[in-house]
């Protein structure tokens, strides 16, 4: 500051100095605690227990094993069967794009 600006000046630097640092000590000493805190719904204080799911999306805790199924997954002719299909799909996808790819490159020599 030089000797030529307004006294009031002066005064509304210094007085604003002790606010921005007060804000940078609660920003420095705030951030890293910020990380040691708990979400709010495991808060023993409002009532949610141990006992209660805390996963409301439907998926299961990772300790937490699936019930047992009641029917067999596949029966062994059906498994063979829905291969067999899978194999001749693919084979015919294979054929159809090696035509194409055939006509494409027959179109482009035609050229």
Do not use: H
């Not at 307004?6 to 605690?33: C, D, K």
């Not at 997954?73 to 067999?84: Q, T």
């Not at 055939?102 to 050229?111: C, D, P």
Request: proline share 6%.
């Amino acid at each position: 500051m030089t000797s030529s600006e307004p006294t009031s000046t002066r005064r509304r630097l210094r007085s604003g100095a002790p606010a921005v640092a007060l804000l940078l000590v609660g920003l420095v000493t705030g951030l890293p605690l910020g990380g040691c805190s708990i979400p709010v719904s495991d808060m023993p204080l409002l009532g949610v227990s141990d006992d209660q799911e805390k996963d409301s999306n439907g998926y299961l805790a990772v300790n937490a094993l699936p019930t047992g199924r009641e029917e067999k997954a596949m029966e062994p002719g059906e498994r063979s069967k829905l291969e067999s299909e899978l194999i001749a799909t693919r084979e015919r996808q294979t054929a159809a794009a090696a035509a194409a790819a055939g006509a494409t490159a027959s179109a482009s020599a035609a050229k």
